[in-house]
């Protein structure tokens, strides 16, 4: 079965600071790969995904992913946080089988607080 | 960009009637819907997939009969939560996507409140 991890429940960084979620995965095959973000009651938000192709996916609002073979990761990073980054980011991974209409496996979740 | 809208964006009802939530692709051709739920503080589980002009296929544990879904049209998928109960009090997000694409658009969710 395709699942991701998300191993902290929260990241806290300071405005204008680097910030890394992580993300890792566990699949059979080869992994379609996204992060999405949450604001409060809201749903959510498509940042980036990796198919296929170059290891280092740029994505929406300046994020980035790179994607690990040998680590089986996808951590989700940004140079320099924004107060307006804060907000659930999960991690998700497609179901590969066409059957299941590509159906994604979410991570729990990891809030992201920025403080200025 | 891909939208998707959801309506209503919070009901309020009460135990023993019926709910019905509309998910709309409004700019694309959905093939394929989903539809999820999300407890507080906690991540999205996959209730159930359906594509157009067929039935849904639901995940384990979800009741069919109680979580009603119809995707009658590309742009349409409804799902209605009958004979509500308090436990069924939840955030309900739908997602679709095209034929052609692996990526999902949301909703912006359903809160469902029921007293």
């Known amino acids: 079965a395709q699942s991701v991890a998300q191993p902290e429940d929260q990241v806290n960084v300071a405005e204008g600071n680097p910030l890394t979620v992580k993300c890792t995965y566990s699949?059979?095959?080869?992994?379609?790969l996204f992060w999405y973000v949450q604001y409060p009651n809201r749903g959510l938000q498509f940042l980036l995904k990796y198919i296929t192709g170059d290891n280092l996916v740029k994505g929406s609002y300046g994020f980035e992913a790179e994607f690990n073979k040998s680590q089986t990761s996808f951590h989700l990073k940004k140079p320099s946080a924004l107060v307006s980054d804060s907000a659930l980011y999960f991690c998700a991974v497609s179901q590969t089988s066409s059957n299941s209409g590509y159906a994604l496996n979410f991570g729990k979740g990891t809030s992201l607080l920025v403080t200025p | 960009g891909a939208v998707v809208s959801q309506h209503p964006s919070r009901v309020i009802c009460k135990s023993g009637t019926s709910v019905k939530i509309e998910c709309r692709s409004l700019?694309?051709?959905?093939?394929?819907m989903f539809w999820y739920r999300q407890f507080p503080k906690q991540s999205l589980m996959l209730m159930a997939t359906?594509?157009?002009?067929?039935?849904?296929?639901?995940e384990q544990g979800v009741e069919k009969d109680k979580f009603l879904i119809n995707h009658a049209s590309l742009t349409l998928s409804t799902l209605t939560v009958t004979s509500a109960h308090p436990e069924d009090s939840s955030f309900y997000i739908c997602?679709?996507?095209?034929?052609?694409?692996?990526?999902?658009?949301f909703g912006p969710g359903t809160r469902l409140t029921v007293t």
């Open positions: 359906s594509n157009e002009g067929s039935k849904a296929t639901y």
């Open positions: 997602s679709a996507r095209s034929g052609t694409d692996y990526e999902q658009y």
């Open positions: 699949v059979s095959g080869n992994p379609y």
């Open positions: 700019d694309f051709q959905a093939t394929t």
